[in-house]
């Protein structure tokens, strides 16, 4: 009984600690302390980005450190690893996006935030042209920023590597904006092709839902949507069921090519299984309005080109430079040879550029372009700004104190100066103690639709290959751990019970 009686008031207490912490949690987020302006007179470090890099970077930096300017077109930090699960509805995008002011306001020492695009950088004048894209502008709508040290952290846009057709019939899916339009033409295709009268062959064009690229993106995406018609789709229009279908196009032999064999073919098995049809060896050439052309051996052993209708095209196959990033390698005789992002060395400077440093996507420094790449990069960034501003400051003092103990009075007065050098110049060893940039692989994680999700995890020195259901938890409570904040878990939470409870919203805004 006293066992019991102990165990309930634990239980009962932590609920209510629990509670309290979350409550403090959320008071504190919405109070937030004044801050000082930022220092003019300190070096100013101007960030180009607000994604996985830039806002990593943020996170950690001791702002009162540096003068900080932010440049952004977009005024918050989207947590794509569930952007897919935007496109059906089954979380709603305003939960994966965290205004960027919420981590600023937190920072000790104010930083300044400009909502717009950098169209150029001038490494040599240091100083970043920027221009005031959105809807509204003002009187100014382009001006520059002097900066003093640059992190380049602007992500990439997407590859389509000149397929004629691509930009103007296909969706993608990197942006907010791009997951609302894929989820509203799959209800607009849907709608559409029950349309009385419609015929038999368009009925079966507008439902068929081709994905092009089998990297993780389009993957995820298939099986997203899959699970869309599964669940709801089927129930709410039973008129689509026998004509909708998803196809995955992918030009090499197999999907997830970043993932172990196992894994591979427990995708293409659960993919099978859910009826998603999986083109492999398939390289689409041209897109039109109605249908893509894609090249594939045929039975014979022979090329041929075939049309595949479709009614939603979504590409998916991968990175590209962004315009600003090309840019800035043509100026750089040492990028010469930079194809995919900006050579950086260890310490992620881009090489052959002096205070600019690069992170994520636009960079290239051996790891694959993810948002687990791109965290690490932007909290070693920070972790060696701070180093360096407390390096200045404490040779700063040094250099007072080498002074103090010349014009020391007496041998007592010395040696007391000479010991607090000694103090600082062991405390500048350990600041100084910061080696090059170490990516830590945590492992490779991706829904793959039906609630299962496969995981190749890095562990114990090892490899650790699993997918299924338990993975697909594990899958879910990995990304929930990921999210930036407490309110996009709690939001993220909210919405998975929604959709399982009430269904997706099958509406067309
Ligand atoms: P981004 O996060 O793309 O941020 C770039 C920032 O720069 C944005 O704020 C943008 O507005 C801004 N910007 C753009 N142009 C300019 C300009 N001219 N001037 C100033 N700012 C500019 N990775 C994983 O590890 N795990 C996953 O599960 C995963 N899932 C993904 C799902 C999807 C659908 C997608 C598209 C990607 C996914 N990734 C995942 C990859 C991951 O999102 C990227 O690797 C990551 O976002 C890269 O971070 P970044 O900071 O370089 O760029
Ligand atoms: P990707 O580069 O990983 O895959 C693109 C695929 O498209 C390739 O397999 C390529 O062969 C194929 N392709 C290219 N051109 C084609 C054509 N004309 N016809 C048919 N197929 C074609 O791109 P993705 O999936 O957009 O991912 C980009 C980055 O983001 C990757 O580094 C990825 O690891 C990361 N990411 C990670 C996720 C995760 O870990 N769960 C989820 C989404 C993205």
Redesign the pocket.
């Known amino acids: 009984y006293t066992v019991l009686k102990w165990t309930w008031r634990l239980t009962y207490a932590s609920a209510i600690g629990g509670l309290a912490w979350v409550a403090y949690g959320i008071y504190d987020m919405r109070n937030p302390d004044d801050q000082p302006e930022p220092d003019a007179s300190k070096k100013t470090l101007v960030i ?8 990593s970077l943020l996170k950690k930096l001791d702002t009162e450190n540096y003068n900080v300017i932010v ?4 005024n918050y ?2 947590f ?2 569930l ?2 699960s935007c496109t059906t509805g089954t979380i709603e995008h305003r939960s994966i996006m965290e205004p960027i002011r919420n981590f600023l306001r937190h920072k000790k020492a104010a930083v300044k935030y400009y909502e ?4 150029k950088i001038d490494y040599e004048k240091k100083v970043v042209y ?1 221009n005031d894209e959105s809807p509204i502008k003002g009187d100014v709508s382009q001006t520059e920023v002097p900066f003093d040290m640059l992190v380049v ?4 846009e997407n590859a389509t590597f000149g397929i004629p057709g691509v930009r103007e019939h296909a969706l993608f ?2 942006e907010v904006g791009d997951a609302q339009a894929i989820r509203k033409r799959i209800m607009d295709c849907c709608e559409t092709s029950i349309f009385k009268d419609q015929n038999p062959e368009e009925v079966k064009r507008l439902l068929h839902m081709v994905v092009v690229g089998g990297g ?2 389009g993957v ?2 298939a099986g997203e949507l899959q699970d869309f018609f599964n669940h709801d789709l089927k129930k709410w229009i039973p008129d689509i069921k026998a004509n909708f279908h998803v196809t995955l196009v992918e030009a090499l032999p197999n999907v997830l090519p970043m993932f172990s064999k196992q894994l591979i073919d427990y995708t293409e098995k659960t993919f099978k299984e859910e009826t998603i049809t999986i083109r492999t060896k398939t390289m689409v050439k041209n897109v039109t309005d109605k249908y893509i052309e894609a090249e594939s051996t045929g039975p014979d052993g022979k090329k041929q080109i075939e049309k595949i209708p479709y009614g939603l095209l979504v590409w ?1 196959t991968g990175n590209a430079l ?3 990033v090309k840019d800035l390698i043509n100026q750089i005789p040492a990028q010469k040879d930079s194809r995919r992002g900006l050579a950086v060395n260890e310490y992620l400077v881009v090489k052959g550029a002096e205070n600019v440093w690069a ?5 290239v420094a051996n790891y694959a ?6 965290a690490q990069e ?1 909290a070693f960034l920070a972790r060696m700004f701070n180093s360096m501003a407390k390096t200045y400051e404490i040779e700063t003092k040094l250099a007072e104190l080498s002074e103090a103990q010349e014009k020391a009075p007496g041998k007592e007065a010395r040696t007391q100066v000479f010991e607090e050098i000694k103090d600082l110049q062991k405390r500048l060893r350990r600041v100084k103690q910061i080696g090059p940039f170490e990516y830590s692989h945590q492992g ?3 829904y793959i639709g039906s609630e299962k999700a496969v995981a190749d995890i890095s562990w114990l020195s090892g490899n650790f290959a699993t997918g299924g259901t338990i993975t697909y938890f594990f899958w879910r409570s990995a ?1 929930l751990s990921m999210c930036f904040s407490t309110r996009n878990r709690i939001l993220v939470i909210m919405d998975w019970v929604k959709s399982k409870t009430f269904g997706r919203d099958v509406s067309r805004e």
């Open positions: 180009l980005g607000t994604g996985w890099g830039a806002v440049v952004s077109p977009r930090f989207l794509t690893p952007l897919p717009a695009e950098a169209t920027i952290g602007v992500g990439a899916l990197k993780p993106t995820e995406f998916a962004r315009p600003i992170v994520g996507d636009c960079a372009p993810t948002a687990q790449v791109a932007g490779s994680l991706a990304y």
